[in-house]
């Protein structure tokens, strides 16, 4: 599904360029749940946003379903990240709308029927555990309910990836547990996932697929990997 071919990514010009990614080589299966890890500054976000082409990489090659997305066009922009589903470690909610209309909002902006809006929307939301806090506005749920809303949310679309950039970096241990239960859930029913975190307990608790980063290098692939760095 995706492979990153000897990818670099600096960033600045001149005497401010800095490279954050070197010689990263990768490919991730269809239905794989990865993550990334490595310390801050490590290079994890980074590669979150080569794969949903919010940055262009310096040289090499990433292949989405086939396709060169390196040098991705502005008007080919959208098409890409209708099939990308993204969830980070502030939830990004509207917060005069409930969780509901949340949901909801992500359809109508794209054209979809009410019919059809009426109908996903609780099956969705059922998904992620919120059948009872529809009405709810964000400051009324707690913090891991605001990210269940935030994964409903980038679930509308029925996307064939989630990319989670630290999802549970705001939230109390049960909670975050909760999260990565809910996107091994999600997993199971076909989504490939990448994780970005640099919570060890997490990570070894997940036993999937861990790709270590250090300094913007790949320093470890394991499948069923531990946080060991
Ligand atoms: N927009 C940017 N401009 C300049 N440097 C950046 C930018 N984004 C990230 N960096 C640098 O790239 C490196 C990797 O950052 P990042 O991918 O955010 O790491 P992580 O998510 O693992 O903390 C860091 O040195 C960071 O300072
Ligand atoms: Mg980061």
Do not use: C
């Amino acid at each position: 599904m995706i492979e990153f071919i000897n990818v670099r990514k600096s960033y600045g010009a001149g005497n401010l360029m800095a490279t954050a990614l070197e010689d990263i080589n990768f490919k991730i299966e269809k239905e794989e749940f990865v993550s990334f890890v490595g310390h801050s500054g490590a290079g994890k976000s980074t590669i979150l946003k080569l794969i949903y082409a919010e940055e262009k990489p310096t040289s090499g090659e990433i292949i989405f379903n086939g396709e060169d997305i390196s040098k991705i066009s502005s008007r080919q922009l959208p098409y890409h990240r209708r099939r990308i589903g993204t969830v980070f470690q502030d939830y990004k909610l509207l917060p005069k709308k409930t969780v509901y209309e949340n949901v909801a909002f992500a359809l109508e902006v794209s054209g979809y029927l009410t019919r059809e809006i009426r109908q996903s929307v609780p099956q969705i939301l059922d998904i992620v555990g919120l059948s009872n806090k529809l009405g709810s506005y964000p400051h009324e749920i707690s913090g891991g309910e605001q990210q269940r809303a935030a994964i409903a949310r980038a679930l509308v679309h029925r996307p064939a990836l989630i990319i989670a950039d630290e999802p549970t970096g705001n939230l109390d241990p049960i909670s975050a547990w909760g999260i990565i239960q809910l996107l091994l859930k999600i997993n199971k029913l076909g989504t490939t996932i990448v994780l970005a975190t640099h919570d060890k307990d997490i990570v070894n608790n997940v036993k999937r697929r861990v790709i270590t980063l250090d300094q913007g290098r790949i320093i470890r692939d394991h499948s069923k990997g531990r946080y060991a760095i």
